[in-house]
Each structure stands twice: as structure tokens, then as C-alpha cells.
């Protein structure tokens, strides 16, 4: 470190200093306007970085460093308060400039709204990906309360966008009648309650096909990620999503990008939520991205 | 919603407004004078209706909604600071008035000793009933420093007035050496540290009887359940305790009333008791209430 | 209290259940999607009136009791989450209403922005009418990162609406350069730093007016409130807010309406931001409502 | 420090080890079983002990050491959880004690209905004695709702005991209409709103009587006191009571006992309740005790 | 009680006053000043202690009552602050002492290299032991950014002591490459993940050896211990931990002392890991002292 | 912003990127480990800059905005946990450097003992200099409990250094009786309890000087800032603290540098004294860096 060069302060750890040659862009998407109930995602991913500090550098789970793998922390994408629209649209620009550079995406929320502009871009690049959703909730709805942009829609829009057929949601313990109808009549593949077991079925017939990772943070019981807007009884262990990191990164599919949403720290004053969100975002960049 | 309508704002989610249509009736019983450690289970009744506004209205697991329930949120019996004795009387007049208009009794504390007066308002209706008590503590105490009136108490002061075969506690993990010494040579029947496994045995033969049910949330690890007054290491998930309210829910029996006691929302910031708390008690509306 | 009656639980305490015979009607408006920095205020008004419970009715201030003011306590308008202008035309839809039944309106916030359709209702009613705004933010900018619609314009609003010269800011120690240099050069009238001094000034020359009052609770230091949004150093004790609303209740001017804003409880564990913000309502309603 | 005698921890800092010689005695009242709103100052002695560990020895106020006042911590006094009477009878039969051996009692509570044991127990040694009262709330009232043993009833029955024209109130701004008019026409001195202005009034007054001080931690403003029962905004600074501490330190009067109260940690993640209280303690141990 | 004993307040419930005839000693090694993290645990071994007030004295896991195991809680060793050597010193030096006097020495910390300096006191009585080590992290650095005394080390340190076929490391799951690359290398013995499972496997290995055994409290998942300066997700449950406590004590070998370090109070307002450690404690003193 | 570009993320708001033309240098000592009560300080700074983000960049106070000066955020000193001694050469050395290359250092703690270093390095540019300090706690000890390193000896240390003569105090209200006396009879000058009336009288005598600023912000009375190691009540307003920089702005004295220290955010979750610390940051680089 030389104090006279500029600071670059509060980075993912070990974050490489240039955006051209990294094989993978971490970036932040800190929106929570559209949320039902408790808001503060915004700040999920500054926490995270911060929290990064914390962790090991090596993985005794993946055997590996991260100075073995190329990175860039580019920050937060400086998004317009209260203005879904305009946020969604300056996602969707951004990530389908780091898809031009042939980076592997991974971001961070902010409510899980932001994940739909993703899928948005990836379909630009893609002609046929596949959707892995973990997640306690089902993000199914066509609406909420009135309003098409909402962070219970995503699921349903990319079902859409990409066919319910490419979508398989795990860990499911939370949505309306008309969410879980959906789930069975649409030829989408949901698999309630557990994220581990199943994924151990799935994987294998995903064999060879790129694959969108998308994780919201309150797959897990409460008790392990507090610090989140709708948090819901009955979740999974951070055991449980570890392996599921793991099942994954050893899977022979091709990850194409991934996102960990719905971080929102205030609710969390032992910082556990961040501590282990940036846990897992360790182990997707040794394991994801390859 | 019309706005020049009386408010009524912090009911439980999707509460019907009419008593004499009601099934059921959600009351609170705000009353924490003789607990022994942390106090402030009073608060509970209000936060949980809090926090269930957060809930979905539609149950996964028991696949039905909360409007094919017909119940009524009473709201909290005013109960006297610092009096005991006029607290039970209280609760147990207004629970025979609710057992004498049919409805089924579903409580909310408060501390453990609430119960008390409910046991003893069924005993007037109900010759023969069985109690299903769900704990981390025996609470079989005959006293407790000398107040025969204490949270430590109210299942001892049941085996009385039933018989101590017709009590069955489960997950029991602290207690006196003279409780554990009762529960082997009374005729009760005791189940430590777990809940689901022996209730998979017990319910079977208690085929077609009345069965209450109480719920003590400190049954849970502290982990899932940190806002309770006296928080007991090595409990159960919330998982487990969904489980069980399923199994019960299933079970061959005749639901009489249940109550979820010790929610204590100040040493909780996170709030994952009182959201635990709403849905546990939206899954009892679903399942227990016929 | 009857409880085979409906329950209306949450209200602020005292309120009558009567909108038609009220002269005062206190809705809440839980609105944050513009905040730039720290989300939350939407829950402001649940946690105003669960800290009302813990007032006494009757004010050594005003030497009067709440049963000498006839309020109602409608709710919450139900706003849609992350729809600033649906919100808007809400908010100003209901107010319209209020005003047209000659009720008194008293709003809780929320972010400040909910101010900005109060002015133009009031507008339809009042040709003249002069508004007073305590605040530690200038809140005259004309756009904030692009969006008209934001917490930091509804005062540069209402400049437009009925001519800087009938607005009135107290208390104001933070905004751009060019808010600042707005209020010099407008008309407007902008009193820094403190709030008790300079009332004593302007009311006598307002006598006779129409005047609505708008307050911003971080216009107190935030050591009196942690739970808002934008806290700013510096600020006024609840002292001196309580001596404002006495010399506002005792100026010969007509007070026509008054909002109370930006309360955002998780920022304040021990809940005193809520607990004084109740006690606001309650001078207030005690003093204004005539 | 010799680690094989028995450990005596958590005492407030400086106490000597032996009660014989001791002229003053620190004792707590952990009783918090007739609050009206938020329980919890149970705790407040136990942490007002802890947070003594990082208090200076020396006043600059008082420019003395607390090595030059014998004072012995005698611990809490075990009451019984939810007997309002027994733990009263408790608490003043160990007062009376305390005054037979000629020692100065300063108390920590607790709720203040604890004082009222203690009044007791001092018209039994004194037949003339003042009671100068520091608090928020009057607690002049006969009963809360229905009960005679309340938190807000001591200084009413104080005012029986030894006559109203005995008892002054200071810094009061909460409390019942009848309350107030009680304070008029009982002979009582009521000074509202402030403390040290119209305790220099006072003190004069009282040149050469005996003297019970009782102080409420709510006198202060709830930013300075956020760990309590019933906040209430509006309150004095903490350099406000310690300027009253010094007057009455420096006054020609008899000062016979003290106590501190309704300090409620779990209110205060920062400590600052205790840690202002331990400093009071300091003060008056340092000034009062002669 | 009597109230004219010297208090002896926070020491650990129904801790014995004698040293002299005690079989184990409890003693407090409040130091954090190396921890690379999040410091706090200096405060940890009061809070065990005051929480440890809220346990039952009869463990229903070992059928056995603290009455029945004679110790005694010498407090804290008064450990200069930001001395590490001196610290060390100091706490071997009280070791060593406890050991001649033939004393069970069961520490709490404090951060892991408190542990150090037992194991040198240890080595000094003992020819032969062996280690068990429980914890998250491997602490196997030889040096910490250039200090060689640092939380990360003991381990290591232990393992040149001993020699490293005498350490047995369970539940790791943090750590450098190169502590990992020891562990396989250096003849040591390391458990990653898990503690119950191994153990089974390692302890009839140990049959009649001395063994002391180091408890780390970051073991348990930051869901069960939020209270701790470096939390790391996906750890076992504290079920898991008391478990291990049982297996340890059913076992046919020579337990020689224990410690459980890393409490740090200030991130878990909830006291949840506090709680969780008293309860730990009181089964180490019931099942390992002998 | 581009995203091709490093990310340089939690930098104190609108920091320049530029060191070599940079005026000020504003640098973190993230040093804790001396202190004798609550650790902590060592995330002020982060915690700092964080909070930076939601201040107005422009000052009502100073009329004047950030843009107008030229400051540089060289981030963290990376200070070696637990080493005193090597942390505070490190200091020594920056600090050098930043006077050699004629910058104005403005550092951020950390604890009070990291101004030491910065003292000894201000020596070696300036032959005479006058300190200001302003701190609830005298800091003037010779040792503490036997360490000459702590953070209770800075202000002793640099009477030796520059003369007593030259160190001014403010705002003192804490200390040994030792302290008092040195303050007394070594010529040095120390103004007790208040910090902006006294200051008005010493800064005409100070004309033409070179002086430096350092502010312990536990000067604040605890209300303002519950975020710092050794809260004291009895402070200072926030409000009095910005009158005090902005009475510094104005003198005729020359400014050569300052620190603002004890910021520790984890005692203070509404995060009001990083919010606070960033604002008087901001107004001493507006108003001091000439």
C-alpha cells in the first residue's frame, strides 16, 4: 500500500484492480424501492464489501485462493431513487456491457426486482439459458398490488421471456395460491422447502447448458440471515447453501452469471447477514467462474 | 378500505370483523409480572400482529388460505399491571365466555402462566381433554421462590386438574431435578429435546380425543426465536416446529384451543420471533381450526 | 371494552370512533421510495401510534385532556410501494376529501415528499393561505439526481404553488448552495439554525392567516431523533419543539392543517423517536384543532 | 487482587468490603412488576454496577475521591417476581435495618413504587423529614387503574405520610389532570418542566431539615436517558442533574437517604442510561454523605 | 443471604466461596487486543457469568446438579490492556498456580491466545496431553501480519509444544492454505466441519490420556453465536456442541482442564451466545470435573 | 462514473483523486488496543466515510462548498493489531511524510493514543506549536495501570514535548485527581466542562500561531455521541461542538493540522456519531485548510 496513490477503500477483498482483463465483474445494484415490506436492501452491498474483510482468502470447501481468480469490484451502479424504471433500465445497460466484454456477471442487490433487467441482457447474448432460482419466496406474481414492476414479479417475467420449462426455483416456502398454481400448470420446475436434495436430481439434466444463478438471501431460515426485508420461518441452514454452491460449481453445466439479492443490513446488528453473504460470494467466484 | 370507517388497523392479517360469525378468536394476553428472568413478553400479542402483515395469506404447506378460515381478532384482555391473581381471573372468564359461545379459544402471551386459566376454563366445558404441551421448559413446578402464581407452574397445576396421564410435553431441555423426577413418576408423559419424532408416536393414540395445544416459542434454539424472556440453548428449528404443527394438523384428534406464549420483542431487533410467531399462528388457523 | 366487539387495536390512543362527528382526522402516509440515503419512515406511523399508548391524555403544556378534541384515526392510506405519483394522487385525493368534510387534517409521514399533495389540496380549498416548516433540510431543491419527485422539493413545490413569500422555514442547517441562495433571492422566509426565537418574530405577523405546519422530526438533533432518515447534527431539543407548537397554539392565526414526517423507527431501538413524535400529535391536537 | 479469595465481582467501583464500618449503604431493588408500559429496570442495578468500572474515582465537580466516602454495596435484595407486597415488605424492613445501624440507604431501583417502602421505613426514625422528588411523572395518583401498588402512586402516598406540605416535586411534565390539581390545592410544591432553577429557590427554604432525595433516571431528557420505562421527551440535560446533585450537596440541609430509579437497560444498546446513572451515584455518594 | 456480607454478585451461579477445598476454578482472561476483526471478547466472560443467573442448576443432559461439583469463579485475571506479553504472563502464572494447588482450571476468554499460556502451564504439570480443539477457525498462523502472538496462532503453537500428533482440531472451517497444508503434513489431526461425528471416532483413540480441550464459541453457525468477533457461516448447531460436551464426558479419559473463548457480548443484543456459553459451562462442570 | 474504471468506494465524499496536488490528506488510524473500557474505535473511520455519504456537500455554517477545497482520502494506515508500539511508528512515519510533501493532515481514529505520534512528528517541521484539545477526559496521565502506551496519556506526553504552556484544554469533565493538580501547577491551561465560551477568550491570545486541533468526541455528551469507548455524561451539544470549529475558522491562527478521535460505531446503532464525526469533518476541512 502507498498512501499516496488513490484509495480504493472498501472493495470486495482481494478484488483485482482492472476491469479489462477480469474474467468476472462484481457490481452492486442497490435498489429497494419496490419492496412490500421492510426496505434497507440498498445498503446490502457496501455492507458485504465490508464484511469481506473478514473472510479467508482460501477456501477449505472449494481448495482454492482468490488470487487464482480474476476480479473487479466496479461498485455500485449509481441508481435513481423511487424511479424503478429508469433503475431497471441503467441495469440492463450496464450488464449487457460487461456481456459484450465477455465478463461473468455476478451481482449484488437490492431487491430481487433487479434481477429481471439481467435476464434481459443475458437474453440479448443467449438464445437459450437456463434459470436456477433459490429462494424462499416463488417471485411469481404477474403483479403487486397494482404495479408490474414489483420484487415479487421477476420469476414470473423470465418464465415468459425464456419459457417456464428453463426456470427451476428451490427452496419455495412462501406465495399466493395463484403463485404455486402457476408453478404446477406453466411447465416451470419448482422444488418447495429443500435447495441441497433437489439440486442433486436437477443438475444433471442441465448437463452442458448455460445457466443464470440467482440467489435471494432469505432461502435461509431467518435465524442465519436476519438482515432481510421479508424474512420467512422455515428456511434452510447456511450449511444447507454452501453445499448448493458447491453442487453447482462441480456440476457440469455452464455457469454464464449469477446474482445474491435482498441483503438489508439495519435488520441485523451482529452483521451476520453480510458476513455470510460475502462467504457465498467467495465461494461463486472460486467455484463459478471459470 | 374506507377512510372515514373506524380503523382498525393491528389486527391480525385477514381477520374477519364479526365475533358471532367467528370460528375462532385470536386474543392476546398481555401479562409478564411473574417471570423470573427477562421480562417484556407483554409486548408480544401486538408485534405478532405486527409482523403478520408481512405474512402471505396462502399456506404451502397446508395448501388452503386464510380466507377459507373464519376468525375474529379480539384484540388484548387488559389485563392489571403487577396483579397475578386478577390478571388469571380475567383471562379465564373471558375464555369461558369464548368456550361457551363455541368459538375455538387461540391465544397469544404473554408468559406461560396465562395458560393457567385457560386449563381451568375447559375443565368447565370439557370433562375428558388432553393437553400437548410444547416447551424447552417442564414448568412442573409447585412454586416458584415461594409464588405458588408463576410461569414456572402452569403444567404442573394442569396435572392436577386432568391427570398427569392426559398431559404430554414435548422438547422439554431444562428444568428442576424435581421435575424431571415428576414427570417419570406421575404418569405424565415427557419427551426431551425433540418434538416431531414423538409426536409421530403420541398422536396415533390419542385418536379422536379433545386435545389443547400449548406452544411455549422458546421451545426454539435461540437462534430462531432470540425474543423470549428465557432463551434455552439447544431447542429445535423452526422447521421442525412447522413440522409438528403439520402433524397435528393431520393428526386423527379434536383440536380444542391452543395458545403460543413468551414472545418477548425487545431482545429481538431483527423481529424474527414475532414474524416465526404470525406464521406459526397463521399455520394453527389453517390446520386446527374445523 | 367489549370483546365480542370488532377490535381496533392500533389507533392512537383517545382517538373517537366517530369520522363523521370528528373535527380532526389523523391519517398516516407510509411512503419512502424517494428517500436518497436511510429508508423506513413507512413504518412511522404504526410505531406513532403503538408509542401513543404510553402518553398520558392530559397535557401540563396546554393544561388539556384529549377527550376535549374530537379525532379520528382513519389509518394508513394504502399506498402503492415504489409509485411515487399513484402515491401522490392518493394522498392528495383523501386530503381533497378530508377538506371537503371540514375535518381537520393531521397527517404522519413518511418521507417529506407526502407534503407536496397536501399543498395542492389545500390549494383547492384556500386561496390564501401561508405555510410554516420546520426542518433541519431546505427541501427547495427543484429536482433531485434527475427526479422531480423527491423528499428534497415538496418546500420549492409549494414556492410555486402560493408564492414564496407565504412560506416560512425554521430550523433549516443543511441543503445545496443553490437552496440556500434560493431563499435569499425568492421572497421566501428562512429562519437557519433555530426554531422558538424566530416564531416568536413571524406569528405576530401572520395574524389572522390561514397557516398549515409542516415538521420534519429531524429538525431535532438526533440525539432527541436517531429514527429518521437524514440525520443532521445540530439540531433543536424536543424542548424547544414543544414551546414552538405552544406559540404556535397560542398566536392569533387559523390553523388549517399540520403533518408530522419522516419518523423511521428501525433507526431507533429505544423507540424514542416514535415516543416523542406521539407526544407532538398530542400537543398538537390538544393546541391547533379548534 | 488475590485470586483464592472469593471473587466479589460486580459491586459498584470502590466499595469497601465491610458493612460494620460502613456510613453508607448501596442496595438494589430489582422490582419492575407494576409498570404500566415498558418492563425491564430489574436489570438496571446490576448494570449500573458494571458500567461503574469505567467511571474515575475523582469528581472534578465535587474535587474529591471515592477512597474518602465509606460506602459498602450490599447487592440486590432478592424479591419475589410478581408480589408487589412481599417484595415491599422486603425492601422496608431492609431500610429499617439499614437506618438502625445509622447508615446513609442510597437505593437503585427498580420501579419507583420502591420508594414508598422506603418512606416507610424513615418516618419510623424521623419524625419530620422533607422528600425532595426529581422526575418526568407527578406519580401522584391514589390508584392505577384499580391498583393501589403502582409505580405512579408513591409521592401521593408520601404526601399522606408525612404531610403534603413536605413533599417537592421537580422537573415534572407528565401525569394525570388530577394530579396536577393535587399538586394546587394538597399544600405540595410542584415545580414543573426544570430542576436546578427552582431547587436554588428551594434549598434555602429547607436550611438546617432532614432530607430524603428521590430521583426518577426519566428526569432526563430521553436523549440522555433512552434505558427507561416511560420516556418522555422534553426532559433536562444530564449536566442539568448534575448540577442539582451539587446543590443539594453544597445546601445547609440534612440529606438522610437517596435513591436512583427506573433505570431499564434493554432500552439502551449504548450503555448511556447506566453509564449516566453509575455517575450520579458517584456524585452523590461524594456529596451527600457526610 | 445476609445484607451486611460483602456482595459477591456476578460470580457464576451457585459458584462455591472457598478456593481452598474447590475442585475447578472458573477465571475470566478478559484480553482482545490482537484480534484482526471485530474485538469485544473482553467483555465476555461478565456477561457469561451474568447470564449464567438465568439457568436451571439441574441439567437434564447429564442427570446432575451444580450442588454436586465443588468450584469456584475467581473473577477476572486484571490483564493490562494492549499488553500482550504481559497479559500472557500473567495468565500462566495464575494457571500455573491452579495447577500446583491441584485446581480443574476451566478458563473463559477473551480471545484464542489466551489459550497459549495455559497450554505452557500445562506442559509444565503434564509429560503428556493431548489437545481437542474446537472451533471454526484452524489458528494455525505462525505469525498474524508479521506478530507472532495473535488470536490465529495458539494452535500452532501448541502443536511445537506437544507435538502435533497430540492436537485434534474439530469443526474447522476457516482458515490459509498453508494452515490447512500443516494439518495434513505435520501429523496432526484435523476434523473439518464437523465435531459430534469425529469425535465418536477419536475419542476411544484417547482411552485413559490427559486431554484438555479448547472451545472456540465460533464453532457454532453465527446463527447460534452472533456474539463473536470473526463469525463464519455454516457452522453446527449448539444441539451439535452440547453433544460434543457429552461424548467428551462419557469418555474414558483424563479431562485436565478446558476454556471457551471468544464471547464478544456487543454483537448479540439479544444474548443469545452469552446464554448459550453459561449453559455450555455449566455442562463442562458437571460432566468433566472429576 | 465509469464501470471500466477501479471502484473507489467509501471514500469520504467528494474526495479528490489526486495526492500530489492535494492541500489536505485526510488518513485513518484504525487503532484500538489500549483502550481500558469498550473497544471499537478501530471502525470509526470506515464508518465515517460511509456516513459521509449522506452529508450536503455544501456548508450553511461556512458558506461554502466542497468543491473549493482540495483534500485527498489516502484511507487506513494498516496499523498491526495488539502492537502499540509498531502502530504508532507507523503513524509517525506517514505523518512525517504528509508535512514533508507540505500536506494538511487531518487524521481519523482510532483511539486517542494514535495523536502522540502525529505530535512528535508535527515537532520535527515546527519549532513551536500550540496544541488544542478538546476531550471529556484530561488524558494526562503519566501511565495507565502500568503501561506508559495508553490512551489516557497523550495530552501529558505532549507538555513534555512542546511545554505545557502551549496545550490548551476544553470541555474537561473526567480524570484522576493527579490530572487535575498537573493541570494546575504545570502551566498548562485547562478550561473545565465548557468548550466554545472559553475558546472565545483564548483564541485572540493565540494570533498568529501555529496550532493543532485535536477533538475526542466523547466531548459530546453521550446523547450526541453514544458511538465512543468511554461515554461521559455531562457533554457538550453538537451544536456547541460546530460553533467551536467554526470559532477556530475565524481566529487569526494557523491551522497546521487536526484529528478527530474515539469513534466507535458499534455502541451506536442509528449510526448518529459517524453521521455526526462526518459532518464536523466536513466543516473543519471547509473551514481550516487554508
Same sequence: chains 1, 2, 3, 4, 5, 6.
Wanted: include cysteine.
Amino acid at each position: 500500500m502507498r498512501f499516496d496513490e488513490a484509495y480504493s477503500g472498501n472493495v470486495f477483498i482481494l478484488s483485482k484492480p482492472d476491469y479489462k482483463t477480469a474474467d468476472a465483474v462484481l457490481y452492486g445494484m442497490p435498489m429497494d424501492w419496490t419492496v412490500s415490506f421492510r426496505p434497507g436492501s440498498r445498503f446490502g452491498p457496501a455492507r458485504i464489501r465490508e464484511a469481506s474483510l473478514g473472510l479467508e482468502e482460501y477456501s477449505p470447501y472449494m481448495d482454492k485462493h482468490l488470487e487464482e481468480v480474476n476480479y473487479f469490484d466496479a461498485g455500485d451502479i449509481p441508481l435513481p431513487f423511487g424511479n424503478p424504471q429508469r433503475s431497471l433500465d441503467m441495469i440492463e445497460e450496464y450488464v449487457s456491457t460487461l456481456l459484450a466484454d465477455n465478463k461473468f456477471p455476478l451481482g449484488m442487490g437490492g431487491e430481487h426486482l433487479v434481477t429481471w433487467p439481467v435476464f434481459k441482457a443475458l437474453k440479448q447474448k443467449y438464445d437459450d439459458y437456463v434459470v436456477i432460482h433459490i429462494d424462499a419466496h416463488a417471485d411469481l406474481r404477474e403483479q403487486y398490488e397494482g404495479e408490474v414492476l414489483s420484487h415479487s414479479t421477476p420469476i414470473r417475467k423470465v418464465c415468459d421471456l425464456i419459457g417456464a420449462e428453463n426456470v427451476y426455483s428451490f427452496g419455495i416456502r412462501s406465495g399466493m395460491r395463484e403463485e404455486f398454481e402457476f408453478a404446477k400448470t406453466s411447465g416451470m420446475h419448482m422444488y418447495k422447502f429443500d435447495v441441497a436434495e433437489p439440486l442433486k436430481e436437477v443438475l444433471p439434466t442441465l448437463k452442458g447448458r448455460n445457466v443464470y444463478v440467482t440467489i435471494d438471501i432469505d432461502v435461509l431460515d431467518p435465524s442465519a440471515a436476519p438482515g432481510t426485508g421479508t424474512a420467512e420461518a422455515g428456511g434452510i441452514t447456511s450449511k444447507e447453501l454452501l453445499e448448493a454452491i458447491q453442487l453447482i460449481a462441480k456440476a457440469d453445466i455452464n455457469v454464464i452469471g449469477a446474482d445474491l439479492v435482498e441483503v438489508a443490513p439495519v435488520y441485523d446488528h451482529s452483521e451476520q447477514t453480510p458476513i455470510a453473504a460475502s462467504k457465498f460470494l467467495r465461494e461463486i467466484l472460486l467455484g463459478w467462474v471459470k
